[in-house]
């Protein structure tokens, strides 16, 4: 059982550049999202997504971009990256119960360290 | 807005002694569930125990147990029996129960434990 899978694990970008983080989870839970990690913040979140089809904001989207075409899947873009974007990623995912998902226990990947120089 | 904090960014305590780690948050809802998760250097995050706003009694797990004071919006930690493997960063979080962003997670800054052997 793979749980939530983040790849890559570390990434090295130039400031413009644009890239993908792939999630991936096998155990058809319906909540996704993604957070960054800074030093000294805690995690914030980016984008979430409910289902398949269906995304929504967190606290810090600017300068990313989510879909979610099906259930297993939730890559977070980076049109263009900037340094303020160094960070760890860390996608999590949350079974729901009758759309209920605030009881359940998330799921995190191991994380995405990404450097923008 | 809801915000969690923690006021301890660092804390240290002797194996086998018992610690505590503070957390208080803000809200205005009266059903949601807090959290408190581990995060080893290995970046993973472990969720260590969870807490109903609806639930007088304090939650355990082990050796992990919570002090949760909902009218004073507290919510500690307290760890018994301390061993070497709690060495980690500490976050406490807190969700909404319902509402379209019920399973979006709001995390607080951390609380770095160390063990003394």
């Known amino acids: 059982n793979a749980g939530v899978t983040q790849t890559p694990k570390f990434q090295v970008l130039k400031t413009g550049q644009s890239m993908t983080l792939q999630c991936a989870q096998d155990?058809?839970?319906?909540?996704m999202s993604w957070y960054r990690q800074d030093p000294g913040m805690g995690l914030r979140l980016i984008h979430y997504?409910?289902?398949?089809?269906?995304?929504d904001q967190g606290e810090v989207p600017n300068g990313y971009n989510v879909s979610r075409s099906t259930t297993e899947d939730f890559p977070l873009r980076l049109l263009s990256a900037a340094p303020s974007q160094t960070s760890v990623y860390f996608c999590?995912?949350?079974?729901?119960?009758?759309?209920?998902?605030?009881?359940?226990?998330?799921?995190f990947g191991d994380g995405t360290r990404l450097s923008i120089l | 807005a809801q915000t969690v904090t923690q006021s301890q960014p660092e804390m240290s305590v002797q194996e086998a002694e018992t610690v505590t780690l503070s957390c208080t948050y803000d809200?205005?809802?009266?059903?949601?569930?807090l959290f408190w998760y581990k995060q080893p250097p290995s970046r993973q995050m472990i969720l260590v125990i969870r807490?109903?706003?609806?639930?007088?009694q304090n939650a355990t797990e082990n050796r992990f147990s919570v002090n949760f004071q909902k009218a004073a919006k507290s919510f500690s930690l307290k760890i018994s029996d301390s061993q070497l493997g709690d060495a980690a960063m500490y976050f406490c979080?807190?969700?909404?129960?319902?509402?379209?962003?019920?399973?979006?997670?709001?995390f607080g800054k951390g609380t770095k434990l160390s063990v003394k052997p």
């Open positions: 979080a807190y969700n909404l129960h319902y509402g379209g962003s019920q399973g979006n997670l709001i």
């Open positions: 997504s409910v289902g398949a089809g269906i995304t």
């Open positions: 999590a995912s949350s079974y729901s119960i009758s759309g209920v998902v605030s009881n359940q226990p998330q799921h």
């Open positions: 807490q109903e706003a609806y639930k007088q």
């Open positions: 155990m058809n839970h319906e909540y």
């Open positions: 809200t205005s809802e009266s059903d949601y569930y």
